[in-house]
């Protein structure tokens, strides 16, 4: 089993930033996938970014620019550090968890909330 654990979100106003992690726990395979995920009022959840143990990364198109994934192997920790936030990033933010191969069993945090203003 693995624990994800979430911090950092919060309330910041349009253009501000906020750096989001989440620390894994449990039984951890050393390749494995971390990333993001996002639900904000009245969507569908959408991937944010995520970062394979080697280093790999994904964005959606909506926050390349803005938003940076990055990972500490020895702390099995993600970060997500969200520059330039606006109203539409609002949203509950979901850590998530799979080992590496194809159809691995996803493990996800109970979410942090991100709100965005003006």
Not at 28 to 42: D, K, L
Not at 95 to 108: E, I, K, L, Q
């Amino acid at each position: 089993q693995v624990q994800l654990v979430e911090s950092g979100g919060g309330s910041v106003q349009a253009g501000g930033s906020l750096r989001l992690s989440c620390a894994a726990s449990g039984t951890i395979f050393s390749i494995n996938v971390m990333g993001w995920y996002r639900q904000g009022p009245g969507k569908q959840r959408e991937l944010v970014a995520r970062i394979a143990s080697g280093g790999s990364t994904n964005y959606a198109d909506s926050v390349k620019g803005r938003f940076t994934i990055s990972r500490d192997n020895a702390k099995n920790t993600v970060y997500l550090q969200m520059n330039s936030l606006l109203p539409e990033d609002t949203a509950v933010y979901y850590c998530n968890y799979r080992a590496g191969w194809v159809n691995g069993m996803d493990y996800w945090g109970k979410g942090t909330l991100v709100t965005v203003s003006s």
